[in-house]
């Protein structure tokens, strides 16, 4: 009964096809929707991202707003929190394209929630960039109106295994080292683990990956993979975690007297709610390569974004922050640039966009060959104990050296 | 017949009803969702309220349901409809696997077990990677996929034939079974009515057509991932349906799924944290003082009018 009613009765009338009149006229504010994980297991990161979507949007507004065919046009910040959920997300993105009539919209943090809002935009036709989505599956789906401004996890993993690779060459660490690549079951995971592994099997006779284990996310107990690891007696420990499942591993990876000569958990390591977390102890030697630091990309830019930023919150920014901004930054840009906020003419302003950065590299575009992902070099930190995390790679850029093995460990 | 007429004449109207009244884009999407969720309180209730059996469980059938209707959407490219419906019987066979050996269990006995089975579907499908995607999920292609608009359409029919089962279910030899079965299972065997089989029937019913909307929820979210399809929040949410509209009534989750989504979608914006809270005071107030829910309140209320009209009337 049931089958014939879906197939006998299935039909549906369609859509009626929107006006869209009046989007080619200038509004009288721009109103750009956005969620971020405010409450939940990443509030921590969301928090930094609504500070920086905030402070771009508090410095276009000083300014007049953004220039629309010479007219300025206040912009307006509807912000909602998906609580890291990504059903929610998906559903008060709907709520803000179809409800609210926003313009266009910022993305949320993580890619595991980027992952499913980007459809909502894509389905509604609607500008969104991101400045939280960092893995290569987000930009291959053919999406057209998804721009991430996160450079892809593939690189990061790659830039360390640099790293790591030059301190080898010098003596420092085992030939052939041990590998425990350990990531979360998300495509930012697997990209990272690709990364590792693809550098693994490209110098074979220097890196034997032993341990290659998955985990999810938000996790409570991570005692079977730091067993696993142990057991393996792994040199070069490489996971790849968002904020709250590095904190809780490291937790557990110290108080079970663990330490290996090199570790990573990607991007994360220098976080101020790390260093409280854990302690300087706990965190010393990590290894970390982020999308932004204050030292690099267009300096007047990044002088003026840190100052504004200080004055504000009394802290200095990290990428989070940084990657919010230029995010947002970009979305104006891009906005002023198609003279309007039609839909079709911001997202063809995006994919075309070249735009002074503070991103490293200084500028920032959404190439579509690679789906609308920017792509620029990540920059290696460490965490030392005097409480600095100096860039320790690529050389030429570097603000101190690094350390390898970690001094800490009895082998 | 009449009430036959009724249904049908509510169907025509709701069919009708986005054709021509004024409704918003979002308001139509909602109503949609709406549907569907009102169809998943229906099949729920074939167990925990006819057969007495409450399960918090059933998350577990509407996440099978969807990732197998996407993977076969995926895979195939075979149309929604029978992508969802190979979900529902995907959704029903899991369902007698784990149901057929502990629906032996009774009352608060079965309800653990059927936490259990969540749980462990819930992990196994976070692991499970290669098929469901993991902590990422599953972006569902756009393309064939129908719109939140036209899905309105689809959750109406989804509801229709959940209706139409409830219906059967309650006035069919089988429906007389299941009763007989909630109030004694073993007078029941010893009347005729085999337990097995009338609950592996009901449980399999039940847990297609909770797979079927696992389906309809891929197709309209157009991207699912484990914990969201398997959490426990899901579970209990088609329990507080029942609940609120009324437990064991033939259509009482209806009214129970309306005020679920009405809270859900009132609290989504500014307050979404919250609104697990307000539904668990909510179930307390109802069992305290209103175990029928909506549907026992409204009858009270009927009743009170006619006492109170019989009274004017001999006055």
């Avoid at chain 1, 504010?29 to 969301?46: D, F, M, R």
């Avoid at chain 1, 300087?280 to 932004?292: E, F, M, P, R, T």
């Amino acid at each position: 009964m049931l089958t014939a009613l879906l197939l006998v009765a299935g039909c549906a009338p369609s859509q009626r096809e929107s006006g869209g009149s009046g989007a080619d006229d200038v509004p009288e504010k721009i109103v750009i929707g956005a969620t971020l994980p405010l409450t939940g297991a990443e509030s921590k990161s969301g928090g930094r991202f609504k500070q920086g979507y905030e402070l771009a949007v508090e410095l276009e507004n000083a300014d007049g707003g953004i220039d629309v065919r010479g007219t300025k046009v206040p912009v307006e910040l509807k912000l909602l929190d998906d609580t890291t959920d990504q059903a929610k997300a998906i559903n008060l993105a709907q709520r803000l394209i179809t409800q609210d009539g926003v313009h266009a919209l910022l993305g949320t943090y993580s890619t595991a929630l980027i992952e499913a809002q980007s459809t909502v935009a894509e389905q509604n036709k609607i500008p969104y960039v991101n400045g939280g989505g960092a893995a290569t599956s987000i930009y291959g789906k053919g999406f057209t109106y998804v721009f991430g401004a996160l450079a892809p996890v593939r690189n990061l993993a790659t830039t360390e295994m640099e790293w790591i690779n030059a301190q080898q060459a010098a003596g420092k660490l085992p030939k052939p080292a041990k590998v425990a690549v350990v990531w979360e079951n998300t495509s930012h995971g697997e990209d990272f683990a690709e990364g590792v592994k693809g550098f693994a099997g490209a110098h074979a006779t220097d890196y034997q990956v032993v341990v290659d284990e998955s985990f999810a996310l938000d996790g409570k107990d991570f005692s079977a993979i730091l067993s696993t690891v142990r057991s393996a007696d792994a040199d070069l420990v490489m996971v790849d975690a968002h904020l709250p499942d590095f904190i809780t591993m490291q937790r557990q990876f110290i108080s079970s007297g663990m330490c290996a000569p090199v570790i990573t958990y990607g991007a994360r390591g220098s976080e101020a709610d790390a260093r409280t977390a854990l302690g300087q102890d706990g965190i010393n030697y990590i290894l970390s390569a982020v999308w932004w630091n204050k030292q690099l990309g267009n300096t007047a830019l990044n002088s003026a974004f840190i100052k504004e930023f200080t004055s504000r919150h009394g802290t200095d920014p990290e990428w989070y922050q940084a990657l919010g901004y230029e995010a947002a930054r970009s979305l104006f840009t891009a906005i002023s640039t198609a003279g309007s906020v039609d839909r079709t003419k911001v997202r063809d302003a995006l994919a075309t966009l070249t735009m002074d950065s503070i991103l490293p590299g200084g500028k920032l575009s959404y190439p579509a060959a690679s789906g609308g992902q920017a792509s620029y070099p990540f920059v290696v930190q460490q965490n030392l104990p005097d409480g600095s995390s100096p860039i320790i790679y690529p050389a030429d850029i570097a603000t101190g050296a690094g350390v390898a093995p970690n001094p800490g460990c009895k082998r | 017949m009449i009430r036959a007429g009724g249904f049908l004449a509510a169907l025509v109207l709701l069919w009708i009803s986005p054709l021509v009244l004024p409704i918003s884009e979002y308001t139509h999407h909602i109503v949609g969702l709406t549907f569907m969720f009102m169809a998943a309180a229906l099949a729920w209730n074939w167990l925990g309220g006819f057969v007495g059996q409450i399960s918090f469980g059933h998350a577990a059938m509407f996440g099978v349901g969807g990732f197998v209707a996407a993977r076969v959407m995926l895979a195939t490219g075979l149309p929604f409809g029978l992508a969802w419906i190979v979900g529902g019987l995907a959704a029903g066979v899991f369902a007698l696997l784990w149901g057929h050996p502990t629906l032996r269990l009774r009352g608060p006995y079965f309800s653990i077990a059927t936490i259990g089975v969540g749980e462990a579907t819930r992990l196994g499908a976070t692991y499970w990677s290669g098929f469901t995607g993991g902590s990422s999920g599953l972006s569902l292609p756009l393309d064939g996929n129908p719109t939140k608009y036209e899905l309105y359409w689809y959750g109406l029919y989804l509801l229709a034939a959940a209706v139409a089962i409830s219906w059967w279910l309650r006035r069919s030899r089988i429906g007389l079974g299941l009763l007989a079965i909630k109030e004694d299972v073993e007078a029941a065997g010893d009347l005729g009515v085999n337990p097995v089989l009338y609950q592996d029937v009901v449980l399999f019913l039940s847990g297609a057509m909770v797979g079927v909307c696992g389906g309809f929820y891929a197709s309209y979210q157009a991207f699912i991932d484990p914990s969201d399809m398997f959490s426990f929040d899901r579970s209990i949410s088609l329990i507080l349906m029942a609940v609120i509209g009324g437990i064991g009534v033939a259509l009482g989750p209806l009214w129970g799924a309306v005020v679920f989504v009405i809270i859900q979608e009132f609290l989504l914006a500014s307050y979404s944290q919250f609104y697990l809270g307000l539904y668990g005071a909510l179930l307390v107030l109802i069992i305290l003082f209103e175990p029928l829910g909506l549907t026992g309140l409204a009858a009270r209320l009927a009743r009170f009018s006619r006492v109170a009209r019989f009274s004017r009337i001999t006055r």
